[in-house]
């Protein structure tokens, strides 16, 4: 497995474990558990989160980008 293969499969699962994270936060904060859930439910809320959190990261890196480049939102 390559370096890159490798990193990209660490990268995913910490993405995963920290959109589980939310996921579970987010059930609790409407007032259920993840046993009233069905696995299904589950997974819907768990892929929201993580599309949530890499459009975090685009977002964040683009700024990052900017920023780099000394461009400025402000004009």
């Known amino acids: 497995m390559s370096l890159q293969d490798r990193l990209f499969k660490r ?3 910490q993405l995963r474990e920290k959109a589980i994270k939310r996921a579970q ?3 609790v904060l409407v007032g259920r558990t993840a046993a009233d859930l069905s696995p299904e439910e589950l997974e819907i809320v ?3 989160e993580e599309s949530k ?3 975090e990261l685009r ?3 683009v700024l ?3 920023a ?3 461009i400025s939102w402000l004009g």
């Open 53 to 55: 959190l890499k459009e």
């Open 46 to 48: 768990v892929e929201e």
């Open 25 to 27: 936060t987010r059930i």
């Open 68 to 70: 780099l480049l000394g």
């Open 59 to 61: 977002d964040k890196g």
């Open 64 to 66: 990052l980008l900017f």
């Open 11 to 13: 990268f995913g699962s």
